[in-house]
């Protein structure tokens, strides 16, 4: 069975340091992964994915993302983080429509 | 450019009692799902359709059903609430073909807690 894990519950950086969100996931083939982006009381937005290509994938606010196939992991990164970045990310792996299976998400706080 | 608009909001239920998740895209996208988040246990899915007409479970069915009203809307029932439904309900809807590298747009959620 297809499953996605982000290690880290909780997240804080400094406002202008970079941001690395980790998230492994296992999946029988080649998967299509999905970031997304929860601000409080809100629903998610699609901040970037990957389903072929470049593993390198440019995603919006800043946001880039790398697939390692070898390592399953699909590791979203901002080399500055704002203060408007503090929110949850969810990472998502799936293969077909039914079949998107989600983190748990990491909440990211952001200091001045 | 509304998107996919759930409501209500906000709703507090007595164990027992029913109601009905609103669900409404404007993308013409052709799936559209539920799910609940709960803290912890990231997003699962209830119920799915992959295009009008059609309905399939998910993760977590037990206790809801859907209906897929036309292209537009979607809703989830509960017919008999429980304290284990308390969640926080999203719609999304998902253009393209059904294995397509495409990925949610989401409703803004409904709190619902049941008591």
């Known amino acids: 069975a297809q499953s996605v894990t982000q290690p880290d519950i909780h997240i804080t950086v400094s406002e202008g340091a970079s941001l690395e969100l980790r998230c492994n996931y296992s999946y029988g083939a080649t998967p299509y992964l999905f970031w997304y982006v929860q601000s409080p009381g809100q629903g998610l937005q699609l901040l970037l994915k990957?389903?072929?290509?470049?593993?390198l994938v440019q995603g919006i606010k800043g946001f880039e993302a790398e697939f390692k196939r070898s390592q399953s992991s699909f590791n979203l990164r901002k080399p500055s983080v704002h203060w408007s970045d503090a929110a949850e990310y969810f990472c998502a792996v799936g293969g077909g429509y039914q079949k998107v299976t989600f983190g748990i998400g990491t909440k990211l706080q952001v200091i001045p | 450019n509304a998107g996919v608009t759930q409501t209500p909001k906000f709703q507090v239920l007595k164990t027992g009692q029913s109601m009905t998740l609103q669900c409404a895209q404007d993308?013409?996208?052709?799936?559209m799902y539920w799910y609940r988040q709960d803290p912890g246990m990231g997003l699962r899915l209830i119920y799915y359709?992959?295009?009008?007409?059609?309905?399939d479970k998910g993760e977590v069915p037990n206790g809801y059903n859907v209906s897929r009203l036309n292209k537009r809307e979607f809703s989830l029932r509960l017919e008999s609430a429980a304290p284990s439904q308390t969640s926080v309900y999203f719609c999304?809807?998902?253009?393209?073909?059904?294995?397509?590298?495409?990925?949610?747009?989401f409703g803004s959620g409904t709190r619902l807690t049941i008591v």
């Open positions: 990957y389903f072929s290509g470049d593993t």
């Open positions: 359709s992959a295009s009008e007409g059609t309905t």
């Open positions: 999304a809807s998902r253009e393209g073909s059904l294995d397509g590298p495409y990925g949610y747009t």
């Open positions: 993308m013409n996208h052709n799936s």
